[in-house]
């Protein structure tokens, strides 16, 4: 069965950091590609960042390009984003998902996919 935990959500000040985790069971990271989405209230969910389960291909969402970053820790069967230089509208609930093509070079936050984790609260303000 395969299963997500996110964690590292928190308030926090304009311009300041957080890294969230996304703790994955049931599978290696090797197999699938992650990704991170986020939805605010009243918007539809967006892409923001992945990463391919051959580890060589990341990407990014504009709106946080340069900002963020994601990495993996095989052993530890978790991913991470790095948010950096946050701004209000960062505020977001963040869920990371699983892409289910197996040993794939590439990754995508062009379409939704899963199962999904619970979500962390990311909430950006003085």
């Known amino acids: 069965q395969l299963q997500l935990v996110e964690s590292g959500g928190d308030l926090v000040q304009p311009g300041g950091s957080l890294r969230l985790s996304c703790v994955v069971s049931?599978?290696?990271?090797?197999?699938?590609?992650i990704g991170w989405f986020r939805q605010a209230p009243g918007k539809e969910r967006e892409g923001v960042s992945c990463?391919?389960?051959?580890?060589?291909?990341?990407k990014y969402s504009d709106s946080v390009k340069g900002r963020f970053t994601i990495s993996r820790d095989i052993a530890k069967n978790t991913v991470y984003l790095r948010m950096n230089s946050l701004k209000p509208e960062d505020t977001a609930l963040y869920y990371c998902?699983?892409?289910?093509?197996?040993?794939?070079?590439?990754?995508?936050?062009?379409?939704?996919?899963?199962?999904w984790g619970q979500g962390t609260q990311v909430t950006v303000s003085s």
């Open positions: 049931g599978f290696t990271l090797e197999i699938y590609s």
């Open positions: 990463i391919s389960a051959q580890g060589g291909n990341v």
């Open positions: 998902a699983v892409d289910q093509t197996p040993y794939s070079p590439v990754c995508t936050i062009r379409r939704p996919y899963g199962p």
